[in-house]
């Protein structure tokens, strides 16, 4: 039920319906090089699922996308590996007090991860603030909500949706979002700290995967930005 990407990395696809669209949602799993899982914007906890994620090892660290809802059924993790640790994007601590967070993530990268994962905060506005990770085996950019790409994988009315806001087959955040950024300054200064990794896949928090040519994608997806 995973897809394999390289030989850390998975993503598993789950619906999800946002504002009466079908974008769907991604999650990552890494294999740490130490062993343990690193799992990113956590799917639905079925019984299949956690079979398939046990099977290629110990959870370790569950983090979210942004606090807009990278961080759905992120307690059915707390509750099925009570030793996991859970990590909070900017903001997120205070939108789910329910949930005891392990660590406040920023712009370092854990020693635990940091010698496969690296990490740039990406603030945004009052919704959208979150961690694009660096997966440097497999030189591959995971992000959330600042990086839509819907693409034929999605249905028609996503698809449209998608032309008007701007993300179609581009790398992006809807264009509304654009209007919002608090500072586009430290904005840009984030998507130049993610533009100086050495990457060519490119997750997104929602549509299609990019597979290779993921620079030039978020070089063009951000063009309005930088
Ligand atoms: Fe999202």
Same mark, same amino acid.
């Given at each position: 039920m995973l897809n394999q990407w390289s030989e850390r990395l998975w993503t598993y696809e789950e619906p999800?319906?946002? %504002?009466?669209?079908?974008?769907?949602?991604?999650?990552?799993v890494i294999r740490l090089s130490s062993g343990g899982l690193f799992i990113q914007s956590p799917s639905e906890l079925t019984a299949e %699922?956690?079979? +398939?994620?046990?099977? %290629?090892?110990?959870?370790?660290?569950?983090?979210?996308?942004?606090k807009l809802h990278g961080h759905l059924y992120m307690e059915q993790y707390e509750a099925a590996y009570p030793t996991a640790e859970l990590l909070a994007a900017p903001g997120l601590?205070?939108?789910? $007090?329910?949930? =005891?967070?392990? =660590?406040? %993530?920023? !712009?370092?990268?854990?020693p635990r991860w +940091? $010698? !496969?994962?690296? =990490?740039? +905060?990406?603030?945004?506005?009052?919704?959208?603030?979150e961690i694009a990770y660096f997966h440097r085996p497999s030189r591959t950019v995971i992000l959330g909500d600042v990086g839509y790409h819907i693409g034929d994988?999605?249905?028609?009315?996503?698809?449209?949706? +998608?032309?008007?806001a701007g993300v179609y087959k581009q790398v992006g955040p809807p264009l509304d979002f654009r209007l919002t950024i608090a500072n586009n300054t430290s904005f840009r200064r984030s998507l130049q700290d993610v533009l100086?990794?050495?990457?060519?896949?490119?997750? $997104?928090?929602?549509?299609d995967i990019i597979e290779s040519g993921g620079k030039q994608a978020v070089l063009d997806g951000f063009e309005w930005m930088l």
């Open positions: 999800l319906r946002f %504002l009466g669209f079908e974008i769907g949602r991604i999650m990552t %699922l956690k079979s +398939a994620l046990d099977a %290629l090892g110990e959870v370790r660290f569950v983090a979210p996308a942004s601590d205070v939108r789910r $007090p329910d949930l =005891q967070f392990d =660590q406040l %993530l920023g !712009d370092t990268p854990d +940091a $010698p !496969d994962i690296d =990490q740039v +905060a990406i603030l945004g506005n009052r919704w959208i603030s994988g999605s249905p028609l009315k996503t698809r449209i949706m +998608a032309h008007v100086a990794w050495d990457f060519d896949r490119v997750i $997104p928090g929602h549509g």
